[in-house]
């Protein structure tokens, strides 16, 4: 069809309830828009996501980000057909959430629809006191041996939405991963 640019690419953002996906998003939309890097002040208020929010970000190509909400688990692979690439947020913070939050990494990485989809795992909330520090939480999680088993590219950053730490990393994995051709 004459006119028509190329699809937008799409990147699905997934986590458990309460891991941040709402202000990691709203962050994220914030610092593409950005023409020098910006601070970012007081984090908005967020509320938990029932079904779906789309977020449009600049890098410098327009990205869509899906965050599906964590209460819809049991439906995430709805999602998985029209997705370029995908993040995965889990709570740095809630050492009880651990466990699900693992089962659900496994659960996603063994969905056919995302055998080669690029995927970035954020440990967000390290800017809490109670946060469990990157190696405890790899080691819980177990990510080298998920890393080397993987079919798909994985990425691990340790992230804070609510003080900005390693967002502009995420932006750049976003970038090189979405411009990388496959």
């Known amino acids: ?5 190329p699809p937008v690419p799409s990147c699905l953002l997934l986590g458990a309830a309460g891991g941040g996906k709402s202000l990691l998003a ?7 828009a950005a023409e020098a890097p910006a601070e ?3 984090p908005p208020a967020t509320l938990p996501t029932v079904g779906t929010n ?16 964590g209460c819809m688990g049991p439906i995430w692979h709805s999602y998985y057909g029209e997705c370029s690439v995908l993040l995965v947020v ?4 809630n050492p009880t ?5 693992c089962v659900q990494l496994l659960s996603v990485l063994s969905a056919a629809p995302l055998s080669s989809v690029p995927v970035l795992v954020l440990f ?4 809490l006191p109670c946060y469990m520090s990157p190696w405890e939480m790899k080691s819980l999680f177990r990510m080298q041996d998920i890393v080397s088993c993987a079919t798909q590219p994985i990425t691990v950053l340790d992230t804070s939405a609510r003080d900005g730490t390693g967002l502009a ?4 994995w976003l970038r090189a991963t979405l411009t990388d051709p496959r």
Request: overall charge positive; charged content about 25%; aromatic content about 0%.
């Open 169 to 172: 990393q995420v932006l750049q």
């Open 124 to 127: 967000n909330k390290i800017d």
């Open 1 to 5: 069809m004459a006119g028509a640019g």
């Open 97 to 101: 959430q651990v466990s699900s939050s």
């Open 90 to 93: 889990v709570d740095a913070a």
């Open 54 to 69: 789309l977020t449009d970000l600049r890098l410098p190509r327009r990205v869509t980000v899906r965050e599906v909400g």
């Open 26 to 32: 709203r962050r994220l939309r914030q610092l593409s």
């Open 40 to 42: 970012l002040g007081e």
